[in-house]
């Protein structure tokens, strides 16, 4: 069985993880988590397990990844992006290590997942680690924009985690601009493959623009019948990628997609339930309550 390590039990190991203090506007619940780290605090070895956020490292120093059957000898200085649904170890072989990483949880990661780019992103494999090795310039550009983050996350500045997305946007564009030279990937396994047209294929659905807008791919068989894959085989590839079903995965996005409308639209309840695919609104307010633990109404006030 392999172990599934939270954000909350990273800040209970990390020596030097102080979470974020909840500032007076509640951006920071609105915003989803996240946080920056330098690397100088690390452990030299962490066992092999699942994250529960995803974390995109800049490694000044030298050692060994090993996720799958996939092993890479960081030698030099890199850039890595590690997925949530990918299990890995890591071994430091530095005596100092230096750099920085931040770390982030799926409700940051949706208010960016919109765009063209992060679907070339290195951020949206699902079953693999990128790992691109960096020149000194580029090593300097990157310092630079961890070391902006560190400051703004500190900041009280109200928008302060729009402007956050906006360096992790830098750093994905860097990594975009090297990955058709420099990214190190193993063979798309067909769970992988399936797994990632699922998860473009549910992108492409978002933004809802109106309420006359309504999903055209609503439940697990409607994704199966598009990607020609019966059910069974759309599940079990889910679940040996992500270890969530496709139901857990479209409920999940529909819950966050109902929070943006309800706090963003003037909609009613009833134009959000029937844009979300629910036949009746009484339908949409059982499982949002039973999700969230509230009304869609009292969640809008």
């Given at each position: 069985m392999i172990i599934s390590e939270s954000i909350e039990d990273f800040y209970k190991s990390h020596p030097a993880a102080k979470p974020i203090p909840v500032d007076p506007y509640h951006a920071y619940q609105q915003q989803g988590h996240f946080n920056v780290f330098s690397r100088k605090f690390c452990n030299r070895y962490n066992a092999y397990s699942r994250r529960d956020y995803y974390k995109i490292s800049l490694i000044l120093?030298?050692?060994?990844?090993?996720?799958?059957?996939?092993?890479?000898?960081?030698?030099?200085?890199?850039l890595v992006f590690f997925n949530r649904n990918v299990p890995?170890?890591?071994?430091?072989?530095?005596?100092?290590?230096?750099?920085?990483?931040?770390?982030?949880?799926?409700?940051?990661?949706?208010?960016?997942?919109?765009?063209?780019?992060?679907?070339?992103?290195?951020?949206?494999?699902?079953?693999?680690?990128?790992?691109?090795?960096?020149?000194?310039?580029?090593?300097?550009?990157?310092?630079?924009?961890?070391?902006?983050m560190s400051v703004e996350v500190e900041s009280s500045y109200i928008h302060k985690y729009e402007l956050i997305k906006n360096y992790v946007n830098l750093i994905i564009h860097e990594a975009v601009k090297m990955q058709s030279s420099q990214i190190h990937d193993t063979h798309i396994s067909g769970s992988g493959r399936i797994a990632s047209y699922f998860v473009e294929l549910m992108n492409r659905q978002f933004p809802i623009d109106s309420p006359e807008h309504k999903l055209q791919l609503r439940t697990a068989k409607d994704y199966a019948q598009r990607l020609s894959v019966h059910i069974n085989h759309l599940n079990r590839a889910l679940k040996e990628v992500t270890g969530k079903t496709t139901t857990e995965h479209i409920t999940e996005r529909l819950i966050h997609e109902s929070k943006i409308l309800l706090k963003n639209s003037n909609w009613s309840i009833s134009e959000i339930a029937y844009c979300l695919g629910f036949e009746y609104p009484e339908y949409f307010n059982n499982l949002f309550k039973k999700q969230t633990g509230m009304t869609p109404n009292s969640f809008r006030k």
């Open positions: 120093g030298k050692g060994k990844l090993l996720y799958g059957d996939t092993e890479i000898e960081i030698d030099r200085n890199a890995y170890s890591w071994e430091t072989f530095s005596e100092n290590q230096s750099g920085y990483f931040c770390l982030f949880n799926d409700e940051f990661l949706n208010g960016m997942n919109h765009t063209k780019i992060f679907m070339d992103s290195p951020v949206s494999k699902i079953d693999t680690i990128p790992v691109f090795f960096i020149t000194e310039q580029q090593e300097k550009y990157l310092v630079d924009i961890y070391q902006k």
